[in-house]
């Protein structure tokens, strides 16, 4: 795979897959937190001074594609911080030089900060001798002339808290009179990334039966969990609308059109479970949340993008599902966000 090595782009740098064609996800590289973040436990790090939450100051590069940069556009039109925060989108589909800006293509953007052809040239920017992989989301502050982290539960964590006060008034994190804890979230965050979020893309790189299996078999289970959770409960975590679901939405949202076909994900549907599709339908209708999600994109760069799963480059149609239709969630415990300032 593609990426940086000591500031020069590489094309055969690193495999994806260890000797047991299991896929193994790189680590991101930069991770610093803006001042008044509240840091998770599980994070070794403090909040930096030098980043001190501004309006206007800060820009996010992402991919609609990209479920990881997704979960930043979705903090960030939920937490109405559209004016504090600009974004810039790339392309879709992504090639041996990486992310790219076109800005000539539907729902992508030039680079507004610096004009940049690819995306690695920020990553240069930020460290002439940088070694890493090139990935979206970034949050890049200008004042600095730096990339602040590229971890998209980080960058949300920040969103979430230390932009707090920019936005609109919305929280995604329990309210103190929620029986729900901050650290219940945190906790259904990492029971959902192993199995699901990043399940998908290890039963669709596997190389092996094996590591296949063991990652459909985990996906599954987890689904059919969180299934049966939902049941009478209409958000995973306390009261309302928080992170979790947000992590957990930009899994769901791509299963049925392209993780059920392109990466194997194929014993079952998200519309075919009974509480994961109403959930899910409930999530998109919030309002600001289905203008973040632009289905062309996903499905482009998902089958266009990666060749050793299809070569072919041709884009499955179906199948055609209505987000729209009523879902019924209202019913159970639980209300959805309601902005309380700045709206």
Known sequence: MNQLVDGEWRTDAYETTNADGAFERGTTTFRNWVAGSDVPAHVDAEPDER???EAGRYHLYVSYACPWAHRTLLARSLLGLEDAIGVSVVDPWRGEDGWQFSPEKDGCTPDRLHGSDYLRELYVDADPDATCRVTVPVLWDTKEGTIVNN????????????????????SLLPAPDDEATVADVDDAISDIYEPINNGVYRAGFATSQDAYDEAIDDLFEALDRWNDHLADQRYLVGDSLTEADICMFTTLV??????????MCNRKFV???????????????????????NMSHIKEHYYTTHPDV??????????????????????????????????
């Open 310 to 343: 299809t070569p072919s480059g041709i884009v499955a149609r179906g199948p055609d599902l209505d987000f729209d239709d009523a879902h019924d969630r209202e019913e159970l415990d639980g209300t959805a966000p309601t902005p309380t300032a700045g709206d």
């Open 271 to 293: 519309h075919q479970y009974d509480h994961l599709w109403p959930y899910l339908r409930d999530l998109y209708q919030t309002p600001g949340v289905a203008e973040t999600v």
């Open 151 to 170: 971890e998209s539960r980080e960058i949300l964590r920040m969103l979430s808290t230390a932009f707090a006060e920019l936005g609109n008034g919305t």
């Open 254 to 263: 791509r299963f049925d059109q392209v993780y059920h076909t392109h990466f």
């Open 51 to 53: 980043f001190q939450p």
